[in-house]
């Protein structure tokens, strides 16, 4: 079945960058997400990037992904204190959210 | 404004006593979700339901029932908890439309069984 995985936690200083990855086993995956989730709450969707594309840009988010690696990252520039929260990648190969398959999510922490 | 909203969003109980997680959405999504939060085991799904009186299992459904009779209801019932189902869960929901993907959660329901 379908595997997706992440480290489970990054500390990075405000003001740098963080780049946060996932590694996917199904290469049939069609549609990746980021998903965030701040303390308290639910996941909210941050991004998403269909297999075709090799990056996506939004603000101070880029998204990279290595189709080949199975490989997928997202970049946070000048990263601030509100930016502290758990971010989850999943993949789909339908697209659907039915089909969705999450990672164990990375804890990022930003540090004074 | 458009959410999904549980609760309790905290509960205490002890084993075997049947409790009901309730959900409501206000988007008129076809779809909704129950998936259950571990630590280092990341969204694991519980059960889903593609439309009214529609619904399977998801990668855990062991102990748990749903039943969505409404298209705006879908209620996670636990017959007879264990401590092994202590968790925060989430419901979801989404238009069940191939690009979307996006889910929308609820604020999450943490779950002890004592």
């Known amino acids: 079945g379908e595997d997706v995985e992440q480290s489970l936690f990054l500390s990075v200083r405000e003001g740098d960058s963080s780049v946060i990855n996932c590694t996917y086993t199904?290469?049939?995956?069609?549609?990746l997400y980021w998903y965030k989730q701040e303390p308290g709450a639910g996941l909210q969707l941050l991004t998403y990037?269909?297999?075709?594309?090799d990056m996506k840009q939004d603000q101070r988010l880029t998204v990279l992904l290595n189709k080949k690696d199975k490989h997928l990252s997202l970049r946070i520039a000048d990263t601030q204190t509100g930016d502290s929260a758990i971010y989850f990648c999943a993949e789909s190969y339908t697209g659907t959210a039915s089909k969705l398959t999450f990672g164990t999510g990375t804890r990022l922490q930003v540090t004074l | 404004e458009a959410q999904v909203t549980q609760n309790p969003r905290y509960l205490i109980t002890v084993t075997g006593k049947k409790l009901t997680v309730t959900c409501s959405q206000n988007?008129?999504?076809?779809?909704m979700s129950w998936y259950r939060q571990d630590p280092g085991l990341g969204l694991r799904q519980i059960y889903y339901?593609?439309?009214?009186?529609?619904?399977d299992k998801g990668d855990v459904p062991e102990g748990y029932k749903v039943s969505r009779k409404e298209k705006r209801n879908f209620p996670l019932i636990l017959e007879s908890p264990s401590p092994n189902q202590t968790s925060l869960y989430f419901c979801a929901s989404s238009l069940y439309r191939a690009g979307t993907g996006e889910l929308f959660f609820g604020e999450g329901s943490r779950l002890t069984v004592l």
């Open positions: 988007m008129n999504h076809e779809y």
């Open positions: 199904d290469s049939s995956s069609t549609y």
């Open positions: 990037i269909f297999s075709n594309m």
């Open positions: 339901s593609m439309n009214v009186e529609v619904t």
